[in-house]
């Protein structure tokens, strides 16, 4: 059997974490905790499903692909699997997730101390890094997991203990059930992007494993051991900062999200914790921007087969990146919001049905494509009305789905639809005089 070397575990375990915990996992959970008070740990563990469950998942799923989406998404076919895939990591590149890595470095590192500055000095500083650790695409993994994650963790760690040894106030009750804030919280887990990040990342993970001379089966249980440090790493800083949210429930809701972590900082450990966070959030933006840019330009030199070389994406991403980061953090977040809402469940959906893959094997194309256009059905149609579009007939036929209300319609969509596309595929097999696909 293959030795499987600890240390190269132990810096891809750093170096998925660091990926993964960028400007939205740094600023969501104060803010949700300071929203839901002594119901924290509810909102806790609704937003941990979406912010370390799924894409732990995701990328334990992706191992065995070898990293490749298109094999992950071809249940809804060749080109289902290029459009969402291109939508992805859209999503998680230059059009959402890359720029608020950049906004957000602005907002809590820069701004604080010099806050008539133009944001896109730093702006523009900040992508120049990103676009420097990016060009070497078989470096990124070790650059990250050896030289930037071990200080990032330990700055977040010096935080969140300042503020439970010495806690601003005690959680204030926000008269909400606590399944309302555990609802409330899985959907805001959509805004990390990480579950989308993990289909995209397992990739550079497993390629940066295969590169150091380990075979599929072991690149499986690296990525897979790698995956559970990231999972423990984002657990203990998700916790920790989403408590440190909650001794300030007394604040107004509308304070922005940057603002809102700034204060909790200065208030637990003065100006030397301003300091502290603003080189945490530089880390943390730096290293999960390095991670997109670089999974930007794996995924679309592929795409072309090379006709866009990886160099060119990369410099393409960073530009407009930097353009687009000066909207601010809270504009970003509001232009992400109906895109997510849209790509989340199809992403989820298509997890739950390559876990499924062994049991209901690939006679039952049906059934993907029922529960996929179930998925959609909702999905859409919220979408939509994140962005004030309302269509009412289409409303009365969502509205009917169980759960809709709760923020879960496309699950019991996808449910239903799966359920039908068993029935057709297994009327079609029956006609053709084939096995069962279950």
Do not use: H
């Not at 907002?107 to 944001?119: I, L, Q, R, T, W």
């Not at 450990?269 to 997109?292: E, M, R, S």
């Not at 062994?358 to 029922?370: E, G, I, L, Q, R």
């Amino acid at each position: 059997m293959e030795r499987i070397n600890t240390r190269d575990v132990i810096v891809t375990g750093f170096a998925l974490f660091a990926m993964f915990f960028g400007a939205g996992n740094l600023i969501f959970p104060p803010y949700l905790g300071s929203l839901f008070g002594t119901k924290w740990v509810a909102a806790m563990l609704g937003f941990g499903i979406t912010g370390i469950g799924l894409p732990l998942l995701g990328v334990m799923v992706m191992s065995q692909y070898d990293g490749s989406f298109e094999k992950f998404a071809d249940k809804g076919g060749k080109l289902f699997a290029i459009l969402l895939g291109s939508l992805v990591v859209l999503c998680i590149g230059p059009l959402l997730a890359i720029p608020r890595t950049g906004a957000t470095t602005f907002e809590v590192a820069v701004k604080p101390f010099f806050p008539n500055m133009n944001p896109y000095i730093p702006i523009i500083g900040f992508f120049a890094l990103t676009y420097y650790f990016s060009m070497k695409q078989s470096s990124v993994i070790d650059i990250i997991g050896r030289v930037l994650t071990p200080g990032l963790l330990g700055l977040l760690i010096f935080i969140i203990i300042a503020g439970i040894v010495n806690p601003i106030s005690t959680p204030l009750d926000p008269n909400v059930a606590k399944s309302a804030a555990f609802s409330s919280c899985f959907v805001e887990g959509y805004q990390t992007m990480d579950a989308l990040a993990a289909v995209i990342f397992a990739g550079i993970i497993v390629q940066s494993i295969r590169a150091k001379g380990y075979g599929r089966t072991s690149s499986i249980k690296m990525t897979a051991i790698s995956g559970l440090i990231a999972a423990a790493g984002l657990l203990v800083v998700y916790g920790g900062l989403m408590y440190l949210g909650a001794t300030v429930s007394f604040m107004s809701s509308d304070i922005p999200r940057t603002t809102l972590l700034v204060t909790i900082v200065a208030e637990i450990a003065g100006d030397v914790g301003l300091v502290a966070l603003g080189i945490a959030v530089a880390l943390a933006c730096l290293t999960t921007a390095v991670g997109l840019t670089a999974a930007t330009g794996e995924f679309f030199s592929n795409l072309s087969k090379n006709r866009v070389t990886y160099l060119q994406v990369v410099t393409l991403s960073t530009i407009f990146s930097a353009l687009f980061a000066g909207i601010g953090v809270d504009g970003i977040i509001r232009f992400a919001v109906p895109i997510l809402v849209v790509v989340y469940p199809i992403v989820i959906v298509l997890m739950f049905m390559n876990l499924l893959s062994p049991v209901f094997n690939d006679s039952c194309k049906y059934a993907y494509v029922t529960a996929l256009a179930g998925t959609l059905l909702v999905s859409l149609y919220d979408g939509l009305s994140a962005m004030g579009v309302t269509i009412s007939v289409w409303g009365d036929i969502v509205s009917m789905i169980p759960l809709v209300g709760n923020g879960f319609g496309w699950l019991m969509a996808s449910t239903i639809g799966f359920g039908i596309g068993l029935i057709v595929d297994r009327i079609a097999l029956a006609i053709k005089g084939s096995e069962s696909c279950a």
